[in-house]
């Protein structure tokens, strides 16, 4: 019942508004992230990968926050976390100064912005991102040739849910958020975008977001 709720949803919103530009964020979205996996080929044991990952990731100074603005170098996040975290330094650093091994691309869901930009839509990125983990996981990804216009946090430190960063992308590609429709994988960034007049969908798995993609390109 779920899975149809879903189809029924993005069909509703496809026949409820004059949609011309999709929005995307990059993050469990575009591509899904190996951290675990990733410290684990490290050498660590799950466990310890699990704590490490969550040191970084759910830091109660959102120092991984810090890194998405953009306003501190690489080296001064990454001294940031190895003061805080000494026992761990040497596993932090490595992680921070690899992020190429962290993401997996989705091919799937390319395709189907490609097919969905030949229909006409405008293909945009809205994301919190360092820089340099940024051109990391989209670099060499196809899915840029389809792509129309980005926002991305390091650009002007500002971060979702902030409504400053969505305003900014709108006024600079000239968008309507009544005519826009993103998707992001958290909630509260969600909740950001209908804010501020944009609609917005959740996406809690690959499955999803490549079933909703899908379902719009027949609809």
Same mark, same amino acid.
């Given at each position: 019942m779920s899975n149809l709720n879903e189809i029924v949803n993005i069909v509703e919103i496809k026949n409820n508004m004059d949609l011309k530009n999709l929005i &995307?964020? $990059?993050g469990d $979205? !575009? !591509?899904s992230y190996r951290w675990k996996d990733m410290l684990m080929d490290y050498g660590l044991k799950e466990d310890d990968a699990i704590r490490v990952g969550t040191e970084m990731f759910e830091d109660? @100074? %959102?120092l991984w926050h810090v890194f998405d603005l953009g306003t501190k170098s690489d080296e001064e996040i990454i001294e940031a976390f190895c003061q805080k975290y000494p026992d761990d330094a040497e596993e932090i650093r490595w992680f921070i100064s690899h992020g190429e091994f962290m993401h997996v691309p989705r091919p799937e869901v390319y395709k189907s912005i490609k097919t969905l930009k030949e229909q006409g839509y405008g293909i945009y990125i809205l994301s919190n991102y360092p820089e340099s983990? &940024? %051109?990391k996981h989209l670099m060499y990804s196809e899915v840029l040739d389809y792509v129309d216009g980005m926002m991305v946090s390091y650009m002007i430190n500002e971060a979702k849910p902030d409504a $400053?960063?969505? @305003?900014? !992308?709108?006024k600079k590609y000239n968008l309507k958020p009544e005519e826009c429709l993103f998707f992001d994988d958290r909630l509260e960034n969600v909740k950001g975008a209908k804010a501020c007049g944009i609609e917005a969908i959740q996406v809690k798995s690959? @499955?999803?977001i490549a079933r909703d993609l899908e379902k719009l390109i027949k609809a």
């Open positions: &995307f964020d $990059v $979205v !575009l !591509l109660p @100074e %959102k983990l &940024f %051109k $400053v960063i969505y @305003e900014a !992308l709108c690959r @499955e999803q």
